[in-house]
Structure formats: structure tokens, C-alpha cells
Nanobody, 117 residues
Framework: QVQLVESGGGLVQPGGSLRLTCAASGFVFSTYDMGWFRQAPGKECELVASITTNGDTTKYVESVKGRFTISRDNEKSMLYLQMTDLKAEDTALYFC??????????WGQGTQVTVSS
């Protein structure tokens, strides 16, 4: 069955960096566009970054452009999100899932990112 295991979150000061990792299994990872999503308390889940199957095209929500970088390793079925210059408003629970055609109904446990001094 589909499994998505996110890791790498933590508590970081404003301006700091984190690298999130998603280990995917149970489906043919290389055939899906993937994305990183986040949900902050009281807010809707938003797609933060996406990447096409071969990694040629990436997209970002405006608020993270220039600070976050999404990448993937199809051989290892891994998805990454490098986050730099973190801000308090980046605080959220981060998830990985399929971006296109639409996310799986299954969601992993996510990884918490907290940006605070």
C-alpha cells in the first residue's frame, strides 16, 4: 500500500534552514508529479512546491520562492525540500503527496516545522 514518510522537521530560529525528506513506497514514484504541502493551525492546507516526474519543472507558492527548493531522487523514491531563510509564517506541519493528477487519499504523519526565536 501507499506509504509516505516525512522527516527532517524541527525547531529553528528565523533565518535558519531545514531539509525535509519524504520516503515514498507502494506506488511507482517516478511516474507521478510530486508536491510538498503544509498546514498551519487554523489555515487550509496549501501546496508549497511541486516537481514534475523527471524533475525538469518546479513550481513554488509565491511566499517561498527563492527560499525553498524541491528535488527528487527517482531511483530512491525520495522527495526533498530544502528550506532556507525560514520565517515564522513557515511554521506548519509539512506533508508530501502526489501533486498531479491529485493527491492520494492517504497522507503520512507529516513533519513539524517550527520557526521561532
Amino acid at each position: 500500500q501507499v506509504q509516505l514518510v516525512e522527516s527532517g522537521g524541527g525547531l529553528v530560529q528565523p533565518g535558519g534552514s531545514l531539509r525535509l525528506t519524504c520516503a515514498a513506497s507502494g506506488f511507482v514514484f517516478s511516474t507521478y508529479d510530486m508536491g510538498w504541502f503544509r498546514q498551519a493551525p487554523g489555515k487550509e492546507c496549501e501546496l508549497v512546491a511541486s516537481i514534475t516526474t523527471n524533475g525538469d519543472t518546479t513550481k513554488y507558492v509565491e511566499s517561498v520562492k527563492g527560499r525553498f527548493t524541491i528535488s527528487r531522487d527517482n531511483e530512491k523514491s525520495m522527495l526533498y525540500l530544502q528550506m532556507t531563510d525560514l520565517k515564522a509564517e513557515d511554521t506548519a506541519l509539512y506533508f508530501c503527496n502526489v501533486d498531479s493528477p491529485k493527491p492520494f487519499d492517504y497522507w503520512g504523519q507529516g513533519t513539524q516545522v517550527t520557526v521561532s526565536s
